[in-house]
C-alpha cells in the first residue's frame, strides 16, 4: 500500500510538472521559498527575505523579464519530513517553476529525491554538507560548503605554527563535515589532531565540554556551530573559564560572528579569528552598495549577512539562467544554463562548477574587531578559488 501512494505521488508530481511550462510561460516565475521563520532560527527567513527583496527592487521585480511570486513556507528549523512535504505542496497544488531556501541540510536531503521525481531546479540558500548536490541532478549550491570553509581554516592554523588541534562541532550533518575536512587538511599539513567532541544541538551545557579541553591541555582548538545560539553560549563559557589565559587559541569558522548575531553576541567574540566566504566589512564596492541599499531598504537593526548575501545571488542565478533559456522553466534546461555560471557577487568572484553544481568561491580569513564602535568581521588574508574539498577531482 506504501508503495503504490509513493508511486501515485510521484505521478502526481511529474504529471504538474511537465504541465506547468506552457501554463505559465507568459506569467509570473513562481519560486517555493523553504525556510525557517519560527523558532530559535528565525532569523535564516528573514534574511533571505531581505536579499531576495533588495534585488527584486533593483531589477523592478522581476527576472529574464518576467514577475515574480514568492511562495513562502515554514519548517521551523531542521524538519526534514515537514521540508519533503512542503516541496510536495509547492510543486503539486501551488505549480511553482523553482524551490529555494533550503537553510538546513537535513531539509535539503529530504527536498533532493522531491526534486528529482518533479525534475523541478532547486536553488540552495544555504544548507552547507557536501554531498547535497549528490543528492539530486536538479540541486545547484549558490552558498558554501562547510569543507569549504573549514580546509582553509586548518591550513591557515598550521601556517601560524599550530600543530597540535582540538575538534568541537554541533552532532549533525555539516557538523561532522567540519571535522571530517578540519582533519583531513590539518593532518595532511603535519598537525595533529589531539582530541574532539560532537555535541547535541540542542540547548548543550557547554560547561563540562570546556573543562575537558582545559584538561586536555591542546595548543588550539577549532570549533564549529550552526549560527545563532550556539555560538554565543560556547564563547561565553570558553571566556569565564579562562581558556585564553590558560593558552589555548581558539579558531572557528564564520557562523561562530555570523554578522546577524554579532551584537548580540558581545564582546566575547573580539579577537576570534574565523573562516568564511562573507563578512557585511567586505571592502568592495559591490558590497558596499549592497550595504548600503540593504540599510536603505531595512535599516540598521538587521545587519546583512550570508544568508541575505546568497539569497540575493541566488536570484541573480535565476535571473541569468532563464534569461540564457529564453524564459523556459523546464528543469533540464534551466540546470544547463546554471552550470559554469559566473558573476561578481558582494562576496566577490563566484561561480558555479560545471561539472558538481557547487559554489567556487573565495574564502576569507577574518578577525572579529570593533571598527566604529561596530562589531565586525575584519577580513586580513584569503584563499581564492576554493572548491569543496570532498569534491575534488570530480
Known sequence: MKMTKRTLLGAA?????????????????RIGLIATYSGPYADYGRQFDAGIALYLKEHGGKVAGRPVEIIKKD???????AAKRIAQELIVRDKVNVLTGLDFSPNAYAVGAIATQAKIPTIVMNAA????TTSSPYIARLSFTVQQV???????????????????????AS??????????????GGGKVVGGVRT????????????????????????????????PAFLKVWKERGMEEAGIKLFATGEATDDSFMEATGDVALGLVTSHHY??????????????????????????????????DAMAAIDQALTKTKGDVSGDKVMQALKGMAFESPRGPIEIDAATRDIVQTVYIRK???VGGKLVNTEFDKFERVKDPAKEGQ
Do not use: W
Not at 175 to 188: I, L, P, R, S, V
Open 368 to 370: 572579529t574587531e570593533k
Open 13 to 29: 508530481i511529474l504529471a504538474c510538472a511537465t504541465a506547468q511550462a506552457p501554463a505559465f510561460a507568459q506569467n509570473a516565475v
Open 150 to 172: 573549514t580546509d582553509p581554516m586548518a591550513r591557515y592554523m598550521l601556517k601560524q605554527g599550530v600543530k597540535e588541534a582540538y575538534t568541537v562541532v554541533a552532532d549533525y
Open 129 to 132: 554538507s557536501s554531498a547535497i
Open 75 to 81: 519548517t521551523a528549523g531542521p524538519a526534514p519530513d
Open 200 to 231: 547535541p544541538m540542542n540547548n548543550p551545557d557547554f560547561s563540562a565540554y570546556v573543562q575537558r579541553i582545559k584538561d586536555a591541555k591542546p595548543q588550539a582548538v577549532f570549533f564549529f556551530f550552526p549560527s545563532g545560539v550556539m555560538p
Open 279 to 312: 563578512s557585511y566589512a567586505h571592502p568592495s564596492a559591490k558590497n558596499q552598495k549592497f550595504v548600503k541599499d540593504f540599510e536603505a531598504q531595512f535599516g540598521t537593526s538587521l545587519r546583512p549577512n550570508y544568508f541575505a548575501v546568497t539569497a540575493y
Open 175 to 188: 557538523g561532522q563535515d567540519a571535522e571530517t575536512a578540519f582533519k583531513k587538511a590539518f593532518t595532511a
